[in-house]
């Protein structure tokens, strides 16, 4: 009686596996965009930073803003919160290309 119960609790969970993983592959192409955009968007932000300087703020508030708009070399970049921007831009272009 057991093995019933097992043969169709397996059943029934092999078959949601089933029709989550075709859900998730049809997302795909939505997630590649997604990737994509991301990337563009913190390309975007990078260069209005640069050509823009930031008139307020300090280092103390830097962590506020996506972008930091102060210099990040050496002990700044070691304690930085995020990676670089090209190293976020490179990542997002990665895995969109891995998908």
């Known amino acids: 009686m057991n093995y019933i119960k097992t043969t169709l609790l397996l059943a029934a969970l092999t078959s949601i596996f089933v029709l989550i993983g075709g859900w998730i592959g049809g997302q795909k192409g939505a997630l590649v ?11 975007k932000l990078h260069e209005a930073a640069a050509r823009t300087p930031l008139s307020v703020g300090t280092p103390a508030t830097a962590s506020l803003f996506i972008i930091n708009p102060f210099s990040s070399g050496g002990l700044t ?22 998908l």
Do not use: D, K, N, Q
């Open 77 to 98: 970049r070691m304690f930085s919160t995020h990676p670089p921007v090209e190293e976020r831009i490179r990542r997002l272009e990665l895995l969109a290309r891995g």
């Open 33 to 43: 965009a997604l990737l994509v955009a991301l990337a563009g968007a913190l390309r």
